[in-house]
């Protein structure tokens, strides 16, 4: 179950990352007055009166002249139409209405997207002042006038974000379509791929050039079963320009990750691992979701024996902060193995997905305990008593411990090689919450 993703766009220093650190909680604040500062911190998990959802801030590149302003403003606006549920646009009382803002507004109000307007930096308690209502000219109905800086007014900035929430989607079944989101860093073959599968699958839905998410997404059915390729911003619509700004690339992914259920995390095989690779697993990692590394390119690379075995190696060790991940080696180009690529992703998907009887989760709890003697700490032992799981997408089990101190991460992570071998969990992270009691 995908949460819903709420985009921030808006002209640099209008206040969005205060905004955004306001509504997320302020553990993350990174605001500096000096631009161009680094923010990296571009997605967060927000809960209002008990609705979950993903903010994504948009911004964050400074541009040095009006052309360049415009054509980035330009490249949020199209982010956030393409994978946000709801898109916040904020504006800046001190500076008024500006010409960029009257684009960016026509860019949203033609998306057919719900999009609320908020004017930042009404300070003052009581009425907003008279300059406020100038706003209501970007034609995007009634603004909300906020201060990011004391609060005021997010409450009911969030209480029109709620209105406009999709409903709340039940637990998916077994049989129902897999979202995939193939990720990576710019020409990796990720378009490639997506052209590749559509072009020898049947297609449920042909992407007709639209502005609604929807209508770019692909879905796709075959043998292993059905699937969507979620296409965030245009793995089609390229901008050469901007797919070389790091930030926008992580961004993509990002918006991606939140929709999928499965992430196909692209690799060069020519270049091998890079940061940037690690950077964008490591979103996967982090949103909790299945992953599946796609080592493209293979037919572009000489081979001798051993080649594949090697590689594989070296990145299973650049892999080792998710060893769970399955590692495929294929050509979008000669579409090679992209069989074996929906039958990884079926699994891992599957994996994610499980929902583990406590009974059978305790038998091997105990089977595994009585194999390898928990760690004592000066006499102390560690004791499990119980395991439970608490929810899916991921696994996440709940232990019930004498000393969280003394279950040490090596022990976690025996216990969690016994979990995964028993039941067959590949390709998901599983998470476990350590909770002590007498
Ligand atoms: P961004 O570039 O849109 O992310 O903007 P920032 O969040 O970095 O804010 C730009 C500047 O506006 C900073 O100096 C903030 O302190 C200031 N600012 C943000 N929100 C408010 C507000 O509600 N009131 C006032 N007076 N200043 C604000
Ligand atoms: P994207 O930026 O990740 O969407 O990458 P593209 O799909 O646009 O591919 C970038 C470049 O890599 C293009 O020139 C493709 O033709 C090339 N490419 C993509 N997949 C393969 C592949 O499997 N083998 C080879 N040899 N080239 C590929």
Redesign the pocket.
């Known amino acids: 179950m995908s949460k819903p993703v709420v985009a921030v766009v ?12 306001k509504l997320v909680g302020q553990r993350l604040s990174i ?3 000096t ?1 161009g500062v680094t ?1 990296d911190r571009i997605y967060g998990e927000c809960e209002w009166c008990g609705r979950k959802f993903t903010l994504i ?1 948009t ?2 590149i ?1 541009p040095n002249t009006n052309d360049i302003l415009l054509s980035q403003m330009r490249v949020q606006a199209q982010l956030a139409m393409d994978a946000a549920d709801v898109i916040i646009m ?1 504006t ?1 009382l ?1 500076s008024g209405v500006t010409a960029t803002d009257s684009e960016v507004a026509t860019m949203l109000m033609k998306s057919g997207r719900p999009v609320i307007l908020c004017v ?4 003052s308690v009581g009425e907003p002042p008279a300059e406020f209502y100038e706003f209501y000219n970007l034609g995007l109905g009634d603004p909300v006038a ?5 609060g005021h007014g997010t409450g009911d900035l969030l209480d029109q974000v709620l209105a406009y929430l999709p409903e709340e989607e039940a637990e998916t079944a077994e049989d129902e379509v897999v979202r995939v989101a193939i990720i990576g860093k710019p020409n990796v073959g990720k378009s490639s791929l997506v052209n590749c599968i559509a072009g020898e699958n049947r297609c449920i839905v042909s992407d007709i050039a639209g502005t609604t998410r929807d209508a770019i997404d692909t879905e796709v059915e075959n043998k292993y079963g059905k699937f969507i390729l979620i296409d965030t911003a245009g793995l089609r619509r390229k901008n050469k320009v901007t797919d070389q700004i790091e930030r926008y690339s992580v961004l993509r992914a990002q918006m991606a990750i939140e929709r999928a259920d499965v992430c196909v995390i692209m690799i060069d095989a020519l270049e091998g691992f890079t940061e940037q690779d690690s950077k964008v697993a490591g979103l996967a990692h982090e949103a909790g979701k299945a992953c599946v590394v796609a080592v493209n390119k293979w037919d572009a690379v000489e081979k001798e024996t051993g080649t594949m075995a090697a590689m594989r190696t070296r990145l299973e060790e650049d892999f080792s902060f998710m060893s769970y991940v399955p590692i495929l080696f294929l050509s979008a180009k000669t579409g090679q193995r992209i069989d074996g690529l929906f039958e990884t992703i079926q699994q891992a998907a599957a994996s994610n997905r499980m929902r583990i009887a406590t009974g059978v989760l305790n038998d091997v709890l105990a089977q595994a305990t009585a194999r390898v003697q928990p760690p004592t700490d000066k006499g102390h032992r560690l004791k499990i008593y119980y395991m439970t799981q608490a929810s899916t997408r991921p696994p996440t089990f709940v232990c019930f411990v004498n000393s969280a101190e003394l279950f040490h991460f090596s022990y976690q992570r025996y216990l969690e090689n016994r979990i995964r071998e028993t039941f067959g969990l590949s390709g998901t992270p599983v998470r476990f919450i350590i909770r002590e009691r007498d």
Not at 120 to 123: F, R
Request: include cysteine; aromatic fraction near 4%.
């Open positions: 808006g002209r640099p220093n209008v206040g969005k990352s205060t905004l955004f650190n605001v500096d007055d631009p923010r801030d911004g964050g400074e904020v800046d001190h930042n930096k009404c300070d906020i201060s990011s800086v004391h």
